[in-house]
């Protein structure tokens, strides 16, 4: 008991335990993401995912990638190529029941259902029948008396909402379409499209998932749209699987429109094999295409009254992949590793114009650095803070110039860390020299903590164009106070749009960021939005007819200090 006590305090205050064993990861998730075919531009996208659990190994299939993925510990993940599927097409969902896997894509035809007795090899067959209807966004969920059922929809037409249907034992529908989400922009401010959902029309309403906990039926659905940061998964519950279905007030249930990289829709909410719930989401880039996309995966829970969330707030910073079940609130599962990189002062061998130094550690996924060549020896270095501990590095490559395609080969990225305290004498911490694995997300985890005051990235080789970042993030703890508690904060919410607000505070210097919390429930504030170096923050995706409380966190590179004053509006 006084360990369990203990593992809660320590989690409250900030900061996490963990066993030697258990390890981290940093979305977006560290993918060999494909190079699609239908641009100009040459870019990378997975989306639209699903995590499924084949004879205790995970599988993850996302659109638009050639394949899938297998893993056992959701850390390191195995590519499988499949040319027996229709892996061209969006959206895909699977469903294992029994020894067989079953697969469908959306298709604006009737298709068939494809099935597998065994996942790990390239051998799908179609079924003898197609479904009668075509389907977007399809998803199969097989409730525990063995009924299966068929959620789909992927529109921003009123016409066109999420329905279900009951299909047999061979796949087949056995009931006729039933409507179970419409459209309602006016009232949920989050499902109007554009970057702050100002829009004044329907947003897609798309990606319906279905899980049961407890004998309720949660049915989640994503909105406005897969290019902006504001895209997000809302939830209704009901008592059956065909409804009739509530609206929960607090969706967005999974948000993330701040941070590294933006966005938390389209996603598929499953449980690990401790029983442990996860939430795997589509995460935008959107600058070469508008399906320019990632993946990330966040810890998820439903709560002691079932209420259903996404821990988002630190989403893009390191988390723990536990190896037991985990009993208390997701938040333990933050490393507590702070970001060290955030707009420091920066050298390199050459930069363009255009994609000047500032950019690789602007915390923004959606502007990138470039040296002007991808010669061997390009660098990057930025200088950190004194008195700082490194524990982990990503390197997220941004390929540009590039004019790589789905059958273009050699994808590493070879390249060298080093570390130093005056910037004479460096030591080469990460030796990828050698490299032969496609990660354009890089995350490295040191086994011993290093301790620098420059990091620099050295090209070895690229597999295309020039030597260039996204980011490259450090993260670690500083030697030094957290900032002090909010102060100043205020909420203002729109009088003749109760869908916005704008929250205030007064900024401080120690902060590097804040983190606001909010929710329909004054002891469930899980709807976040992180700002880095701000004052303010427009909230545009409010729930017209309910009551909201708010409160601030503030962040620097010491920790975080959560604030205790809580206002209602």
Not at 50 to 57: E, I, R
Not at 218 to 239: C, H, I, M, N, R
Not at 264 to 293: C, L, P
Not at 382 to 392: G, H, P, Q, R
């Amino acid at each position: 008991m006084k360990k369990i006590l203990l593992f809660c305090l320590v989690a409250l205050s900030g900061f996490s335990f963990t066993t030697e064993k258990e390890k981290t990861f940093c979305n977006p998730m560290n993918l060999n993401y494909r190079f699609q075919p239908s641009s100009r531009l040459s870019y990378r996208e997975a989306a639209d995912p699903v995590v499924t659990m084949y004879k205790g190994k995970y599988f993850l299939y996302a659109s638009h990638n050639g394949g899938y993925w297998n893993s056992d510990d959701m850390l390191n993940w195995r590519f499988i190529p499949i040319k027996s599927l229709p892996i061209e097409d969006y959206a895909p969902d699977v469903i294992t029941i029994n020894d067989t896997t079953y697969y469908m894509a959306s298709a604006m035809v009737k298709k068939n259902i494809y099935y597998t007795i065994n996942p790990f090899e390239d051998n799908w067959k179609p079924m003898e029948k197609t479904l009668p209807f075509p389907v977007w966004d399809p998803h199969f969920f097989r409730d525990d008396d063995g009924k299966i059922f068929l959620y789909w929809g992927c529109s921003d037409q009123e016409s066109q909402p999420i329905r279900v249907v009951q299909l047999d034992s061979k796949m087949q529908p056995v009931t006729e379409p039933k409507t179970l989400i419409t459209h309602n922009p006016k009232l949920y401010g989050w499902e109007n499209p554009g970057e702050l959902n100002e829009k004044e029309k329907n947003g897609y309403n798309e990606g319906s998932w279905m899980n049961k906990y407890n004998g309720k039926y949660y049915l989640q659905y994503a909105s406005p749209g897969t290019e902006f940061k504001t895209y997000a998964d809302g939830v209704y519950k009901s008592d059956s699987p065909t409804g009739p279905f509530k609206y929960e007030s607090y969706s967005p249930f999974s948000y993330k429109p701040g941070g590294f990289i933006a966005g938390a829709g389209h996603s598929s909410t499953f449980q690990d094999k401790y029983g442990n719930y996860w939430h795997v989401s589509s995460m935008s880039i959107s600058i070469r295409h508008m399906f320019e996309r990632r993946l990330g995966l966040f810890p998820a829970c439903f709560d002691k009254d079932g209420v259903l969330r996404t821990y988002t707030a630190f989403g893009d910073y390191p988390t723990i992949m536990p190896d037991h079940k985990i009993d208390f609130g997701k938040e333990i599962l933050f490393k507590g590793w702070m970001l060290l990189s955030y707009n420091k002062k920066a050298s390199a061998s050459s930069s363009m114009e255009k994609y000047p130094l500032t950019n690789a550690f602007d915390e923004n996924v959606r502007t990138w650095w470039s040296a002007n060549t991808g010669n061997p020896g390009e660098w990057l270095s930025v200088e950190l803070d004194d008195k700082v501990t490194i524990n982990a590095i990503q390197v997220n490559f941004a390929d540009n110039d590039s004019k790589l395609k789905p059958d273009s080969k050699n994808l590493a990225y070879c390249y060298r860390i080093l570390a130093s305290s005056d910037q004479k004498n460096w030591k080469v911490i990460v030796d990828k020299s050698n490299n032969t694995i496609d990660a354009c997300h890089d995350y490295i985890e040191f086994d011993t903590p290093v301790n620098a005051k420059f990091i620099k990235l050295e090209n070895v080789k690229v597999p295309d164009g020039l030597f260039s970042v996204y980011d490259l993030r450090i993260f670690g703890k500083k030697k030094g106070r957290t900032p002090g508690e909010v102060s100043g904060f205020s909420v203002e919410r729109n009088p003749s749009d109760a869908r916005r607000a704008v929250v205030k505070w007064t900024k401080d210097n120690s902060a590097t960021g804040y983190v606001v919390n909010y929710g329909t429930d004054i002891n469930k504030l899980y709807t976040s939005y992180m700002v880095y170096d701000n004052d303010s923050v427009k909230l545009t995706g409010l729930n017209k007819d309910f009551t909201y409380y708010f409160s601030i966190d503030a962040f620097n590179e010491s920790g975080i200090t959560k604030g205790t004053m809580k206002i209602t509006k």
